[in-house]
């Protein structure tokens, strides 16, 4: 089973609010629609910090393309659309960013391939 998704702050601040009139775990759970685990460690942490803002990070490795990389990738495709994998990396390899594999330059094209949206020629 994966993580549930965060509580929004409405969510958030609706606990908090509900707790602090009285109303019991029970009853905050059954209304906001969440666990009675995250109601008591919402309520806990307004109690011990005074904020609930979620700081759960991102999963998974950085990006070593980043929106910049890929943009330049971009636009060494358009200008010369024949060239190789290998050419395409040995030439974003060249420039001032970190160096990449062949395998990431060509999941990036497809990735960027899978954004740009279909034209229908009927």
Request: hydrophobic share 30%.
């Amino acid at each position: 089973m994966g993580k549930a998704a965060d509580l929004s702050e409405f969510d958030r601040g609706q606990i908090v609010m509900l707790r602090r009139f009285g109303t019991s775990i029970t009853e905050t759970t059954r209304l906001v629609g969440c666990s009675r685990s995250a109601v008591v460690s919402i309520h806990a942490k307004w109690i011990n910090d005074g904020d609930t803002s979620s700081r759960r990070q991102g999963v998974g490795r950085p990006r070593v393309t980043k929106e910049k990389g890929r943009r330049r990738l971009s636009r060494s495709v358009k200008k010369k659309r024949r060239q190789t994998v290998a050419q395409l990396t040995a030439q974003y390899n060249a420039g001032p960013t970190e160096s990449v594999s062949e395998h990431k330059v060509q999941r990036t094209l497809s990735d960027c391939a899978a954004d740009v949206p279909l034209v229908c020629l009927c």
